[in-house]
């Protein structure tokens, strides 16, 4: 019985490669689903062989850790160098998003704060 050993449901593409590869370098069968149309189906990677879990997925958590570190790793280094982007600059990148998000928390702000506002009129 297959059993489901790695969602891919907001997975970065070289993470979902990088465990596929993974899972063929050890050996272990599998098959690939996808989120569907819409979107709601369970997107990952299932394991064929149910009694193979407990090893593939320590594998895949061995796996994981390393990567968390490197990126981890990584994002130091750009910080210590003054290269991390930072949210202003992701903004700036984007001004007309920025733009539409800061009205929507406004447009929100004034919903919320209108009935005391009110109040004493």
């Given at each position: 019985m297959s059993v489901l050993i790695f969602r891919l449901n907001g997975v970065d593409d070289d993470e979902a490669a990088d465990v596929r590869q993974l899972l063929d370098d050890n050996g272990f069968p599998y098959h690939e689903t996808g989120a569907g149309f819409l979107g709601l189906g369970t997107a990952g990677l299932w394991l064929l062989q149910a009694e193979?879990?407990?090893?593939?997925?320590?594998?895949?958590?061995?796996?994981?850790?390393?990567?968390?570190?490197?990126?981890?790793?990584?994002?130091?280094?750009?910080?210590?160098?003054?290269?991390?982007?930072?949210?202003?600059?992701?903004?700036?990148?984007?001004?007309?998003?920025?733009?539409?998000?800061?009205?929507?928390?406004a447009a929100i702000l004034y919903l919320m704060l209108v009935p005391f506002l009110t109040l004493g009129r």
């Open positions: 193979h879990k407990r090893e593939a997925r320590a594998l895949i958590d061995a796996y994981q850790q390393q990567r968390a570190a490197r990126l981890s790793a990584e994002y130091r280094a750009l910080c210590d160098a003054g290269r991390a982007e930072t949210a202003w600059q992701r903004a700036l990148q984007h001004p007309f998003r920025t733009a539409f998000h800061l009205a929507g928390i």
